[in-house]
Structures are given as structure tokens and as C-alpha cells.
């Protein structure tokens, strides 16, 4: 079952055809779909309106399917299905190279047709779902970014190689940039217990991973010592 807020925009200028497309698919998913019967006029409309879907015919007035397609692709993240009465293999491999992500050739039954969006649909929402997700365990500090998932680190786009305590420790102070983060914190936070007072691994542990980001000069910009509290990883970098 399609979400509340799903709707499709059918792009066939067909009048008869897209009335009948838009009326079954409506029914049997319970979605809103809207007709666009024109290529030029969809390309803004895919664009500032952003359907869930889009169903697009290739042969259109105004502009061709394919290139509607290729018009959006770069500022639309939903599915594209497209439709085309021409039957031809190599157009197919067209359609999916600049960017549809099915294809299906007139005339298109209306059950297969509806299976095809529903899966389409589940796909996208599946991947959002993870990518919303992937996106939270990822933080951006500056030039820094700190991934999670993948234990990866890259500074100016370039990747570098942490052990894990290390890794476990930039990912804490970026959790918290722009806060003075304790020695106590840090040691709690890394190894489960209190800091002594005496201890001289955080420290070490610092210095070693401002080595690795370049940072180890009497005056490091990224991981900044903050006198008599701990340390902080600066917005900034």
C-alpha cells in the first residue's frame, strides 16, 4: 500500500489513455495521479514538484520522453518508469542508461503496470529508509567527515587510517563539536572507566590522531586543547 502523501505524475498525451491509466492505478493503489500531457511543460513540473513517481511515454509534444528524462535526472530522486510503443530492445537500454529505472513497452497491462509502480515505490522508500539512516551515523565537521558505518575518516576528500581506539575517539569529539569534552569523558567514553588524574593515555591517544590529521603542531586547528578542562574538535576545520 502506497503512503498517503505518494503520488504519481503520468506524462502521456494519449488523452483517453492516461485517463484510463490514471483512474485504475488511483483505485487500486489509493494514490493521487496527476496528467501531464506535454514533455516540455513536465520537465518543471518533475522538477518543482517532485512526484513520488513518474510515469513518462517517449514519444510526447514538446519534447521527447528520453529527453525529459535526461533533463531531470539530475535534480529528481524519485523512480522514473518509462513507457514506449516502440518495442525495440536498444531503446529499452537507452531509456535505462540515461536514467529511467524501469521500462515497459505499449500496450502496457494495467495490472503489471501497477505491480510495477508498487515495486518501484517499496524500492525507494527502502533505499531513503537507508539512506536516512546511513546519514545519521555520518558527520561533517568543516573538511572532516566521520562515517560511522563504515568506520571510514576522510579529510579534504582525502581517506584516512585509524586504528580503532583512535577512530572511536575523533568519533566522540565529533559527536560533541565545539564542546570541551573531559579527560574523565573521554576515558569513560573510551574504555568504561574513570580517569585518574594521572594517566597519560588520552593524551598519547590525542597526539597520535593528531599526527594522522596533520594536526600535531604547537598550535593544532582541528583538535584543540582547552587548559585545565580537556579537548575540542573546532567547528571550523
Known amino acids: 500500500m502506497a503512503k498517503a502523501e505518494d503520488w504519481i505524475l503520468l506524462v502521456e498525451d494519449d488523452e483517453k489513455l492516461s485517463n484510463l491509466v490514471a483512474d485504475y492505478l488511483s483505485g487500486l ?4 495521479v496527476k496528467i501531464e500531457p506535454r514533455g516540455d511543460v ?6 518543482d514538484e517532485q512526484p513520488s513517481l513518474v ?8 519534447k521527447d520522453g528520453r529527453d525529459v528524462c535526461k533533463e531531470v535526472r539530475s535534480r529528481y530522486n524519485g523512480p522514473i518508469l518509462m513507457l514506449t ?14 536514467g529511467a529505472d524501469d521500462y515497459m513497452s505499449k500496450p502496457v497491462g494495467p495490472k ?5 509502480v508498487k515495486s518501484l515505490l517499496r524500492r525507494y522508500e527502502r533505499q531513503n529508509r537507508e539512506q536516512a539512516a ?28 585509524l586504528t580503532t581506539s583512535e577512530f572511536n575517539l575523533l ?8 564542546q570541551t569534552i573531559s579527560r574523565d569523558d573521554i576515558c569513560r567514553e573510551l574504555r568504561g572507566v574513570d580517569w585518574d588524574g594521572l594517566d597519560r593515555s588520552v593524551d598519547l591517544l590525542v597526539a597520535r ?12 586547528d582541528l583538535i584543540k586543547s582547552v587548559r585545565g578542562s580537556g579537548y575540542l574538535l573546532a567547528v571550523s576545520a
Do not use: Q, Y
Not at 590522531?209 to 593544532?220: A, Q, T
Open 29 to 32: 493503489l489509493e494514490l493521487e
Open 85 to 98: 510503443a516502440l518495442g525495440d530492445e536498444a531503446d529499452e537500454v537507452l531509456g535505462l542508461e540515461i
Open 171 to 178: 568519533w566522540f569529539l565529533a559527536e560533541h563539536a565545539g
Open 209 to 220: 590522531l593528531r599526527k594522522k590529521l596533520g594536526d600535531s603542531g604547537k598550535h593544532p
Open 112 to 116: 503489471l503496470l501497477a505491480a510495477r
Open 42 to 47: 513536465a520537465v518543471g513540473r518533475i522538477i
Open 134 to 161: 546511513h546519514e545519521e551515523r555520518r558527520i561533517s565537521v568543516g573538511s572532516l567527515t566521520v562515517d560511522a558505518l563504515s568506520r571510514g575518516v576522510e579529510l579534504d576528500g582525502v581517506r584516512l587510517n
Open 55 to 62: 510515469i513518462l511515454d517517449v514519444l510526447l509534444p514538446g
